[in-house]
């Protein structure tokens, strides 16, 4: 069967597993503010004005839980899917099970039933959010890995950003068909992923795990080698895959509680944090739950649709503001990006605690439909705190957003890969999980304290990327292994290389992937670069 060998296709294929994230983020947050949806499933009655009150709040925390919860689960179980069957066929896999909760949710006449086709989504997005990246980083040019991972990221962001849209459209629908309609289109972007899969080649990685030799070189020639066997990158590729799977298959048997051996827990706290931290940032809760905090600013306007269209700004932001990261990430390298985006993203969280807490006031009996909804701010400072959102979003989406899914499967050895990288995903919707159940009740009781909190965490993770996280960018997989090697000269014990002392040698990974001679000068710059490196001297 004929297969696709474009590099670039092949992820543009894979990430529409990451819009479908995307499609259940926007498919909440733009409903669960309109009448059609508050009535269906209304647990509260009706106000004076004989609006629907919808879902209490902590039943609406957890519809909205609903889905990173099954995304925990679905993560977890990866990476036993994508080992036994191959990451291609475990992403087909996650696209089928999607289609079924897409049918769930788009018929459902309860609350119960709504919760059970989440958990059924979610657990498809799981799988997806896992091992898309891993099948990607596995397929890609050590220079443009970050680039097509970010993909990932980008993905998520047209998903939100176009399902926004179809559910603004839709909540001029009177009735139900308001929500059903686009939580049914949802499916089909699933069935396209599933179809589309079959015309790309699997992981090389994992076939020379499997001990198919052939079929990975013809692969890694087909996508590296533009159909030249002689290559000299797809002969260094396959002869750098074999030593590796030579010496891991001599060394240990796979499980997860390899993960946590002394050699191998430093970078799992690594991995594991990057999503922990991507999350605590408040990004997602700030999707889930914008038109929550627009309402507050007085955007509603008396009209249950004039909120949804200046939240749909910010998605805007967020697709655009992705952009400089696939160009550039793989330049900027990964420490970098990471640090400046948890800066500024403390700044913008500080002003809007700031701004609430000196400029709103609680919100009257009645004024809003939440209980959520319980501060009011208008004028000037409501103003700053649409611009301040909208900044958080524009700094969030070129920095954390793609690296979080990028950082991960790089820090991995091939056994473990598919493995940690689902066990790092799921620490991502297990607090995915808890602050969609957290934020409501949060704005409702402790009210603009919630960005103080979201503040300090964005300034933890600042202190934390900058003393334990390694540059990865531009390295091969099978090299990133020599930065935790704690045997060398100036490396710290379980930690290996000094995460502040590796560097982005972008230049000289371009002039190997297009297979050009260093000249002397070169060799010598690299033997000093990777001498600093390893001693720090």
């Not at 049918?103 to 979610?122: E, F």
């Not at 895959?241 to 240990?252: D, G, K, P, Q, T």
């Not at 999707?287 to 004039?306: C, R």
């Not at 950082?407 to 056994?415: D, I």
Request: aromatic share 14%; with cysteine.
């Amino acid at each position: 069967m004929y297969k696709i060998g474009n590099i670039y296709f092949i992820a543009a294929i894979a990430v529409i597993g990451g819009a479908l994230f995307g499609f259940d983020i926007s498919s909440m947050s733009a409903i669960i503010s309109t009448q059609p949806y508050l009535c269906q499933f209304n647990q509260l009655g009706h106000n004076e004005k004989g609006l629907c009150l919808g879902p209490t709040n902590d039943v609406q925390g957890g519809i909205t839980a609903a889905m990173p919860g099954g995304s925990w689960l679905g993560a977890l179980c990866s990476g036993f899917v994508s080992d036994t069957f191959g990451r291609k066929r475990s992403i087909q896999i996650g696209s089928l099970i999607w289609i079924i909760g897409s049918i769930i949710v788009c018929a459902s006449v309860n609350i119960p039933m709504l919760v059970v086709g989440r958990i059924i989504n979610g657990f498809s997005v799981g799988v997806c959010s896992a091992q898309v990246p891993v099948y990607i980083s596995e397929l890609a040019l050590p220079s443009k890995r970050g680039r097509l991972v970010g993909f990932q990221q980008w993905a998520i962001t047209w998903g939100i950003l176009i399902m926004f849209f179809i559910c603004y459209g839709c909540s001029f629908i009177k009735g139900t068909a308001a929500f059903r309609v686009p939580w049914g289109l949802q499916a089909i972007p699933a069935a396209l992923l599933f179809l589309g899969l079959v015309f790309l080649p699997e992981s090389p990685r994992w076939l020379c795990k499997k001990d198919r030799w052939d079929e990975a070189k013809d692969v890694l020639t087909l996508v590296h080698g533009k159909g030249n066997p002689n290559s000299p990158w797809v002969h260094r590729e396959m002869q750098e895959i074999r030593e590796m799977v030579e010496f891991e298959r001599a060394n240990a048997d796979v499980s997860y509680f390899e993960l946590l051996k002394p050699n191998m827990i430093n970078r799992t706290s690594i991995g594991v944090f990057t999503q922990i931290w991507s999350q605590l940032t408040g990004m997602n809760v700030m999707m889930y739950y914008i038109t929550y905090v627009f309402t507050m600013a007085g955007l509603a306007d008396g009209s249950e649709n004039a909120v949804l269209l200046p939240s749909g700004i910010q998605f805007v932001i967020n697709v655009v503001m992705t952009i400089p990261a696939l160009l550039w990430m793989d330049r900027w390298g990964r420490r970098p990006t990471l640090l400046v985006g948890a800066f500024f993203m403390c700044l913008w969280l500080c002003v809007n605690a700031g701004l609430f807490a000196v400029y709103s006031r609680p919100a009257r009996p009645g004024e809003f439909t939440s209980p959520a909804e319980s501060m009011a701010i208008t004028g000037a400072p409501a103003k700053a705190i649409i611009a301040s959102t909208y900044l958080f979003v524009a700094s969030f989406a070129p920095t954390w957003g793609p690296v979080s899914w990028t950082y991960p499967p790089e820090l991995y050895p091939l056994r473990l890969r598919g493995k940690a990288v689902a066990l790092c995903t799921s620490a991502n919707w297990a607090f995915n999980f808890a602050l969609a159940y957290f934020v409501p009740p949060a704005f409702a009781n402790i009210t603009w304290k919630t960005y103080a909190i979201f503040a300090t965490f964005c300034a933890a993770m600042f202190i934390h990327v900058f003393f334990m996280f390694p540059e990865t960018a531009n390295k091969p997989l099978e090299e990133v292994e020599e930065i935790f090697d704690d045997t060398k000269p100036g490396s710290i014990k379980y930690i290996g290389t000094p995460a502040w002392k590796t560097r982005n040698t972008r230049n000289l990974t371009l002039k190997q992937e297009h297979n050009d001679t260093l000249s002397s000068e070169e060799k010598i710059g690299f033997e000093e670069h990777a001498h600093k490196e390893t001693t720090g001297r």
